[in-house]
């Protein structure tokens, strides 16, 4: 998928006994949820996976990352997309190659005596790339993280347990795992987004809108799914591919191949 615009941020979740970190991935032009991972410490681990997640489904276009001032973002986007070379016959793995139109830009958000001010940086990739990738995928505007701050307060308005002031607490890590990605899922097949709406003129000046959920306006579905149809879902499961092992296949393994592979 050409995700074009990429933007990630954490929510700190209350738990009894602690906090609980919780870090998602959307993508901005359609307003898909890409990846969520829970952790109970806010540190590099939890920033590769949820990026790994969001690689897992990036084609190699050019593509820009938004993210805070967490150092360890830049680190994990610029490891994780990065596609191997080919080894042509010599030994050893393969040579990992970073994508070349890849920008990264970071949001830090400071208080200086009572007053909010805001540092825009390019760490990586040029300001006309960035211009452009912004305007392709946003509109234009200036740099900002405020899709995956909205998208973080849709999840906190329905999930009691990421609401700042109350006295719902989230009792098992499984459990919010669980919710998160029952809520994603809700959010990009059954949730129509006001923003991703499409105006059909009409004659005599009438208009009508086509609205779209974020799976739409990505491309990966025709219509909006019911909360029935989102649960009734099977993902089939991956096709079989034979063991690899030195030395020739016996003849149950062959017989396999033949039947699942040929």
């Keep these: ?47 590769q996976a949820v990026v790994d997640q969001a690689q897992v489904i990036a084609l190699c276009r ?12 830049v680190t994990a986007f610029q490891r ?13 793995r393969c040579r990992l190659c970073a994508w070349s139109e890849l920008a990264i830009v970071q949001v830090v958000k400071q208080r200086v005596d009572g007053q909010l001010t805001i540092v825009r940086r390019c760490v990586q990739g040029s300001a006309e790339q960035v211009t452009r ?5 946003q509109g234009g505007g200036h740099i900002n993280t ?10 906190r308005q329905r999930l009691p347990w990421l609401t700042r002031r109350c006295r719902y607490l989230a009792r098992q890590p499984e459990t919010l795992q ?9 959010y990009n097949f059954c949730t129509y987004h006001h923003s991703l709406r499409l105006a059909l003129h009409l004659p005599h000046r009438r208009r009508r809108w086509l609205h779209r959920t974020p799976a739409i306006a990505a491309g990966l579905t025709d219509h909006r799914w019911s909360i029935a149809e989102l649960f009734e879902f099977r993902v089939p499961p991956p096709r079989w591919s034979p063991p690899k092992r030195r030395g020739r296949h016996s003849k149950h393994t062959l017989q396999l191949i033949n039947h699942w592979c040929i």
């Excluded at 994780?80 to 050893?92: D, K, Y």
């Excluded at 990738?133 to 995928?137: F, N, Q, R």
């Excluded at 405020?146 to 999840?155: D, G, K, Y």
């Excluded at 669980?178 to 809700?186: P, R």
């Design 1 to 47: 998928m050409e995700l074009q615009q990429v933007q990630a941020d954490e929510i700190k979740v209350k738990r009894q006994g602690g906090y609980i970190w919780m870090a998602m991935a959307m993508m901005v032009s359609s307003r898909l949820w890409l990846a969520g991972v829970i952790s109970p410490q806010r540190d590099r681990h939890l920033i």
């Design 62 to 73: 050019p593509l820009l990352v938004a993210v805070d001032g967490l150092a360890s973002y």
């Design 80 to 92: 994780a997309f990065r596609s191997p070379l080919p080894r042509h016959g010599q030994p050893g």
């Design 133 to 137: 990738l912004l305007t392709v995928s």
């Design 146 to 155: 405020a899709f995956i701050e909205r998208l973080n307060a849709t999840f």
């Design 178 to 186: 669980a919710s998160m990605f029952v809520l994603g899922c809700v």
